[in-house]
């Protein structure tokens, strides 16, 4: 069985890249799980995240799917020729050091188009230590959009998409339902909050 992505989710209409991370996916033992949803703006939260090999299985996946997506990364990886492929394929960098406002651009970005997909890790870091940072659900509250809870599961090479969650505006509540939704599944390594 093909996993596809709704037609209605911009295309990057790189048969190359769709070959090759199909290819990669097949060689690798990774598959897909669950349904992307066919909603216009949808915030994408991956979890766990613990290793620089997320971005490969990203990418992936991503190849794969041959979707156009919005990322946030950190602000130094977007240098040179490596800062040009990551923008190329939809990122966007974050200094995480200033408070320049970065949700609430964000949440402007949403309200200023008819259909946006954004990525990223709630976590906002790999190290072990760490746990979920709230942006994520004010970006998402802020711009009335769900959050649709994906996941990189290591143990069964399932690049995973779970259900839509739509935040409520109480922070505590919602943050502790990501969590323990994510608790059980394993990145490349265990986090300490998932003990």
């Given at each position: 069985?093909?996993?596809?992505a709704?037609l209605s ?15 990669v ?5 990774w598959r897909?799980e ?9 915030l994408?939260?991956?979890a766990?995240?613990?290793s620089?090999?997320d971005?490969?299985v990203?990418?992936m ?13 950190k ?17 966007i ?32 870091t790999?190290m ?8 994520f ?5 802020g711009?009335?959009?769900p ?5 990189f ?20 509540a919602?943050l ?9 599944i ?8 998932q003990?």
């Amino acid at each position: 069985m093909t996993f596809e992505a709704p037609l209605s989710y911009a295309r990057r209409h790189g048969v190359i890249t769709k070959l090759i991370g199909s290819l990669v996916m097949r060689l690798s033992g990774w598959r897909f799980e669950g349904e992307l949803p066919d909603v216009p703006k949808v915030l994408i939260s991956v979890a766990p995240h613990t290793s620089n090999w997320d971005f490969v299985v990203g990418v992936m996946g991503l190849w794969s799917l041959d979707i156009k997506l919005s990322f946030i990364g950190k602000h130094t990886l977007f240098r040179g020729w490596f800062g040009t492929w990551l923008r190329s394929l939809g990122g966007i960098p974050a200094d995480r050091r200033a408070k320049n406002g970065l949700v609430g651009d964000v949440v402007t970005a949403f309200n200023a188009r008819d259909r946006m997909v954004l990525a990223l890790s709630p976590e906002g870091t790999r190290m072990l230590d760490k746990g979920f940072k709230s942006g994520f659900l004010h970006i998402a509250y802020g711009a009335k959009a769900p959050i649709l809870l994906a996941y990189f599961d290591f143990k069964n090479r399932v690049i995973g998409f779970g259900p839509l969650f739509y935040p409520s505006g109480n922070i505590e509540a919602d943050l502790k339902h990501v969590i323990d939704f994510y608790r059980p599944i394993r990145g490349k390594y265990l986090k300490t909050w998932q003990t």
